[in-house]
């Protein structure tokens, strides 16, 4: 963990500064993270980053034709965590597009 640092050499994503997420980007996906990076913060956190098996299931892309339409697909950019319609059976919001996820 300690390896990965931001622009000002404090602990984080290399995309963030001070140690800290851009400003005004709190209510959004934290984007800009490498692979690298996310599987080092999760294991440091005693975790592990899922499965492609484990995130398809979690994103429910058998009802993708149902999400999708309501997603953020075709926008101007990153929307704002849970500001678009698109929920799948499992409860869970922006499941499609917004950010890629890391498997």
């Known amino acids: 963990m300690k390896a990965f640092c ?6 984080g994503p290399a995309t963030w500064e001070m140690g800290e997420f851009p400003r005004r980007q709190g209510e959004y996906p934290v984007s800009g993270v490498s692979w ?3 599987a080092a913060y999760a294991e440091f956190a005693g975790k592990s980053l899922p499965t ?6 979690a994103a429910d892309t058998t009802q993708a034709f ?6 953020n697909f075709g ?10 319609a ?12 917004n950010v890629k996820e890391w498997c």
Request: net charge positive; proline share 2%.
């Open 6 to 11: 931001d622009s000002t050499n404090r602990s």
């Open 36 to 38: 690298y990076e996310a």
């Open 52 to 57: 492609m098996y484990h995130w398809s299931n």
């Open 66 to 71: 149902r999400v999708v339409p309501l997603s």
């Open 75 to 84: 926008s101007q950019g990153v929307a704002r965590v849970g500001s678009m």
């Open 86 to 97: 698109g929920l799948n059976r499992w409860g869970l919001y922006d499941m499609a597009s």
